[in-house]
């Protein structure tokens, strides 16, 4: 009985440690996904993925559950390694070393917090582009059903930031939902 007990207790911390974030490329282009992490813009280097989609195809990534800081976005014009991107650059090639903060993209944002009585435990959620550009028109979407859309510099502030103060761009679900940022929806 001990030993269900722990093995369960094992489990449900496995499944609860992570929720994934897909990206698909509905371009008629490829799209350089990448993904980092900088919490209030300080770079943390130790997660980082990056690489090449042709249309049609994806690729789905971890993130802790609690983890603050986490964006994601797609360059596009890259050469053989991954780099020198037309759009989104960063520093680094195929992996990016930077988490993309000079990109200029359209990012999708990802963190962790607890509102207590007002919602508990969430994954907060949004479309960004402050500071740069729409560099390929974006959707994020969770499993829950709630989306944003943004195809171009001029959508919807309740869609994506396009300053600081648009919070109404804000999203957040559930700490088990996944996620999936969509190129050319
Ligand atoms: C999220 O993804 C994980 C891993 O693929 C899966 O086990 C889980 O059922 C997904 N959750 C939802 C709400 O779709």
Known sequence: MKFTAVAALAASIASASAYTVTF???????????MGKAPNGAVDPSFAYGAKLNP????????????LGIRGWGRTGCDANGANCATGACN???????????????????GYGDAGQWGGQRTYWDLSF????????????STDGASTTCTSNSCPTDQAYHIDSDHAAMRSSSISDNLTHTFCP
């Open 130 to 141: 402050v500071g740069g550009n729409v560099n390929i028109p974006g959707r994020l979407s």
């Open 56 to 67: 049609g195809e994806s690729i789905t990534w971890g993130v802790d559950n609690y983890a």
């Open 92 to 110: 680094g090639g195929m992996v990016c070393n930077d988490a993309g903060i000079t990109a200029h993209a359209l990012y999708s944002e990802y």
């Open 24 to 34: 698909k490329n509905q371009c008629s282009y490829a799209v350089w996904p990448a």
